[in-house]
């Protein structure tokens, strides 16, 4: 089973600002099949980007993501204050799935 | 509109059997992988299994692997996760999720899960 390892747990960042998470699996992801997901309180998780870089209808451009092989990029490039949140990132390349364990962005 | 709804929340005793369902509309439902994604109170997003609706084809997840049963009834579009013997520690809330799958340039990808149902909340608790 591939392991996915976020990171930083936390990031203190204030509005306007950017925003770099990462995702590091313990073995190739297959065809880039990586996902990044944004959950808020109380709500489901809401689908970002696929495919490692192609973001997912109706979401805006401040959101992209870049990566390959093991390590991988959700970048944020001006915080809007609705963007305050967890994100995980997803593997669907083996046969079964893994999440690795969140990142939250928050308010500084 | 792709819509997945689930069926409500639920308060069970350990030892009990359950069954939940995700309705799908909107879409062909036998033409996507639904998921189940499990989240503790308080934790992370945990991921235990898919199905093809078309042909009930299933894989779990080595953690859920004989501890839940994934199945769906085509010819009402719902999915079911089902559990035979409820644990204080299955307590949490349980989301379905319809994987996004596409064609594109004449080659076919995964997608990610990009519709979600509303989660079901089971509680367990003698």
């Known amino acids: 089973e591939i392991v996915l390892t976020q990171s930083p747990g936390t990031l203190s960042l204030s509005p306007g600002e950017r925003a770099t998470l990462s995702c590091r699996a313990s073995q190739s992801v297959s065809s880039s099949y990586l996902a990044w997901y944004q959950q808020k309180p109380g709500q489901a998780p809401r689908l970002l980007i696929y495919g490692a870089s192609s973001r997912a209808t109706g979401i805006p451009d401040r959101f992209s993501g870049s990566g390959s092989g093991t390590d991988f990029t959700l970048t944020i490039s001006r915080l809007e204050p609705e963007d305050f949140a967890v994100y995980y990132c997803?593997?669907?390349?083996?046969?079964?799935?893994?999440f690795g364990q969140g990142t939250k962005v928050e308010i500084k | 509109e792709v819509q997945l709804v689930q069926s409500g929340a639920e308060v069970k005793k350990p030892g009990e059997s359950l069954k939940i369902s995700c309705k799908g509309s909107g879409y062909s439902f036998t033409s996507y992988w639904i998921g189940w994604v499990r989240q503790m109170p308080g934790k992370g997003l945990e991921w235990m299994g898919i199905i093809y609706p078309g042909d009930s084809d299933t894989r779990y997840s080595p953690s859920f692997q004989g501890q839940v049963t994934i199945s769906a009834d085509k010819s009402i579009s719902t999915a079911y996760l089902q559990w035979s013997s409820l644990k204080a520690s299955d307590t949490a809330m349980y989301y379905c999720a319809r994987r996004g799958d596409y064609c594109s340039g004449g080659s076919c990808y995964r997608g990610g899960f990009d519709y979600w149902g509303q989660g079901t909340l089971v509680t367990v608790s003698s």
């Open positions: 997803q593997q669907y390349g083996s046969s079964t799935g893994t």
